[in-house]
């Protein structure tokens, strides 16, 4: 499966969100993700098999836990395909940030000019 077919999903895209802040026990995922999306424990579990055998995720038992973990090799080929796009978004970056100091400059000057 190709990496946008996985993470054109937004329930995937919102697992890989909450291992992104460390792994999580398969439960306490299945409850998050039901409770926002309103989907079934084995819809969720079918996510999260996606997402473990597109390579996305790891899973490890820990007793009778299952611990799902972010993998990021797969969000390598993401990144790599994202820099042919970044010109795009760099040069209005660098543009927004030139506005902003402009503006802060432009207040910093008026506000010294009060008496």
Do not use: C
């Amino acid at each position: 499966m190709h990496a946008f077919d996985v993470l054109g999903d937004p329930v995937r895209r919102r697992i890989l969100e909450l291992l992104a802040e460390g792994e999580r026990p398969a439960g306490e995922i299945g409850a998050i993700v039901q409770e926002e999306f309103g989907i079934s424990q084995p819809g969720v579990s079918q996510h999260l098999r996606v997402l473990r055998e597109s390579g996305f995720a790891t899973v490890r038992a820990e007793g009778t836990r299952r611990l799902y973990a972010v993998d990021p090799a797969p969000l390598h080929e993401v990144d790599t395909w994202l820099d042919h796009f970044r010109r795009f978004w760099n040069q209005r970056l660098d543009a927004l940030g030139t506005e902003l100091a402009r503006g802060k400059r432009e207040r910093r000057l008026r506000d010294d000019a009060r008496p």
